[in-house]
Each structure stands twice: as structure tokens, then as C-alpha cells.
């Protein structure tokens, strides 16, 4: 390997996929031998191809911020290279995660909904907050992001609903809306509301709502850049790593 790490980056075209562009140019530690993006339009300073099959080269490290079609693709050629590979496409199904999983057993991958640090923080928090007041407090999870995001809830929302559910004694009823049923809260729900509009890059609440009180845990994005660091900074962690599934907690605690 030479001193720097090659990285083959999947949905290169995207914002997210120049954002980590962006973050690489400006980096000593790494560079992007190509891209892979049915869009070739932009030129991003290095080579693009439609598909994996048509990339010759070598890559250290696959770092995918693509679309939940190009998941099977995208494993079957990092299983067939041996490449470890770093997932941050959200919306996928659970076909698709259990495929990733599967894929886990041969290569390294890092696979997490959202790539922020501050996000890592967020959902520890999260665990902790509902250890202490879970058992007495309603639980509610707002996110919002800009109108061109497709899947909602967002991965995130998803991501710190499965991290309390973690902690609760008795599994919760994720609710998505309420307005086609006319009954009180159940004690056990955890309701998740998505809102779209404008260029909000991503911004999460959890909502602990008690008799008389709110403890309320709020993260909010500034730019896509922290999620580019975060893919970047997983990618250099996941280098010489075992086979297995690596998230965010693995990298911030290392």
C-alpha cells in the first residue's frame, strides 16, 4: 500500500459524494484513485466510471454515499476484491442490511446511518437519558431536512430509535403518525416526525416529556462537510481492520 490510502468513492456525482471530494483534496493522508457515478458530468479532479466493472485500478478503501439500488452491486465487487467498504447511504431496506451484514462476515465494513461525531455523541446520550428517565418520561423524535430528501424518517431518526430501544425494558411501538387514530399516547410509543423543507442540511431533537418537565437533546448540522470527515476519518479507521461490522462508536472510542 502506499503512504497514502486509495479510496474508490461510490456516487461520486452526488453533494455528498463532492463533499467528500472536497474533504480528500484537502488531506496529506489519502487521495481518490476514482469514482463510480451513472452521472459523470462534473469533473472532480479524477476519473469516473458508470460501473465497478469498468474500474481497473486498486483502491485500499470503498466509501459509498450512493443510493439503496447500488448496495448489491457495490458489496458483490467489495467481497469479490476483498476491499473493505464504508456504507453511509441511508433509506435502505431490510433486505439490504441483511445483505451488508452478510458481506461483513468476508471484508470489513463500517456501516452507519449518519457519519457526524457529534451525532455519535448524540445517541450515547441518548442511552443514558433513557436509563434514567425512560421508564417514567414520553419519549419523541423529531428530525428535520431539505425538501430533496427522499426516504423519511431519516436513517438517523431510525438509528437513535433503535439506540433507546436498547435500553427500555419492554420494546416500544415506533409510531410514524397518529393523525388516522383517535386515542391517547400508549405509554409505550416512541413517535418519530419527519419535516421537510428548505436547505436544512439535518438537524435531530429527542423529546423526553415528563409530569411537569422536558429534557430535550438537540444536534443540528451545519454542512454535509462533517459527514464527508466522518466517511474519511472511517475510512482511514477501517484500513487493516478484521472482517466484521464497525459503526461510529468504534471510531470515536479508539
Known sequence: MSSKINILLNGCS????????QCVNEREDCKIVAGIDKIASVDLGFPIFESFEQ???????IIDFSHPG?????????????TPVIIATTGL?????????????????????????GVSLLTQLAKMATKVLGGSFDI??????????IDAPSGTALMLANAIEEELSEKPDFVFERHSKRVKRGKNEIGIHAVRGGTVTGEHEIIFAGHDEIVSLRHSAGSKQIFAAGAVNAAIFLIGKEPGMYNMNDLVSQ
Request: charged share 25%.
Open 140 to 149: 419523541e423524535i423529531v428530525e428535520m431536512h431539505h425538501n430533496q430528501k
Open 55 to 61: 474500474f481497473k485500478g486498486n483502491a485500499d478503501v
Open 14 to 21: 452526488g453533494k455528498m459524494g463532492r463533499a467528500v471530494a
Open 70 to 82: 447500488a448496495i448489491p452491486a457495490l458489496l458483490e465487487y467489495a467481497k469479490q476484491k476483498k
Open 93 to 117: 431496506s431490510e433486505e439490504e442490511q441483511a445483505l451488508i451484514h452478510e458481506v461483513s462476515k468476508v471484508i470489513p465494513v463500517f456501516f452507519s446511518a449518519n457519519m457526524s461525531i
